[in-house]
T-cell receptor
C-alpha cells in the first residue's frame, strides 16, 4: 500500500511569491492535515480537511490556505511569501479522527 | 489551550543504556497521547500511543504509560541501540472529532556505539 506522497520535495522561492504544495493521501483516507515544522516553533498545526471541507484550522495568517479535492488529494497555498515561511511542510492522512495518522516525507520550502 | 512540554535536549547515550524522555501535557477532557519518531530526511512515524488513563503503549522495546494524575507520558526503553538515534516528539489529540495533533518541541537522541 503506497504511503502519503508530497510534491515537490524541495522548493526555493523568493519573498513575495506564492507557492502551492501537494499531498496525496493513502488510498481510502479522507482526512488530510497539514503541519509546519521549523527549528524555532517546532511542529504547528495548519489545518485539516475531511471530505473536501475544512474541519479545523490552526493559528496562521490568511496567507495560508488549503483545499481538498474529491479524490482526497489536498493542496496548500501560501501567498506573499515571507522569509519566516521557510520550513518543512508535512501532511498527514487518516481514515478519520480516531484512526492513526500517517505522515508524508514533507516539502522543504526555502524562501530567499 | 492544549500544550505538550518535553524535556530539553539533545540526549546522548551509549548503546545498551536506559532511556527516559519526559513529557507532560495540559489539556481539557481526556486526550489521546502519542510518541512519534522522525529519522533524518523523513516524515514522522507513530511509535506508540495510549488513549486513556493508565494505558501503556509499547512498540519496538519502547514504552510509555498514560498518567492522568501527573499529566505525564514519559517514554522509556531499557536498552537503546544506535538505530534508535532520531528525533522524538510527544503529542496529544483531544477527544473532539478532528485530527489535530499538538506536539512538544521534540528531542534529539544520539546513541553512540
Amino acid at each position: 500500500k503506497a504511503g502519503v506522497t508530497q510534491t515537490p520535495r524541495y522548493l526555493i522561492k523568493t519573498r513575495g511569491q506564492q507557492v502551492t504544495l501537494s499531498c496525496s493521501p493513502i488510498s481510502g483516507h479522507r482526512s488530510v492535515s497539514w503541519y509546519q515544522q521549523t527549528p524555532g516553533q517546532g511542529l504547528q498545526f495548519l489545518f485539516e480537511y475531511f471530505s473536501e471541507t475544512q474541519r479545523n484550522k490552526g493559528n496562521f495568517p490568511g496567507r495560508f490556505s488549503g483545499r481538498q479535492f474529491s479524490n482526497s488529494r489536498s493542496e496548500m497555498n501560501v501567498s506573499t511569501l515571507e522569509l519566516g515561511d521557510s520550513a518543512l511542510y508535512l501532511c498527514a492522512s487518516s481514515l478519520d479522527s480516531m484512526y492513526e495518522q500517517f505522515f508524508g516525507p514533507g516539502t522543504r520550502l526555502t524562501v530567499l | 489551550g492544549d500544550s505538550v512540554t518535553q524535556m530539553e535536549g539533545p540526549v546522548t547515550l551509549s548503546e545498551e543504556a536506559f532511556l527516559t524522555i519526559n513529557c507532560t501535557y495540559t489539556a481539557t477532557g481526556y486526550p489521546s497521547l502519542f510518541w512519534y519518531v522522525q529519522y533524518p530526511g523523513e516524515g514522522l512515524q507513530l511509535l506508540l500511543k495510549a488513549t486513556k488513563a493508565d494505558d501503556k503503549g509499547s512498540n519496538k522495546g519502547f514504552e510509555a504509560t498514560y498518567r492522568k494524575e501527573t499529566t505525564s507520558f514519559h517514554l522509556e526503553k531499557g536498552s537503546v541501540q544506535v538505530s534508535d538515534s532520531a528525533v522524538y516528539f510527544c503529542a496529544l489529540k483531544d477527544a473532539g472529532a478532528n485530527s489535530k495533533l499538538t506536539f512538544g518541541k521534540g528531542i534529539t537522541l544520539s546513541v553512540r556505539p
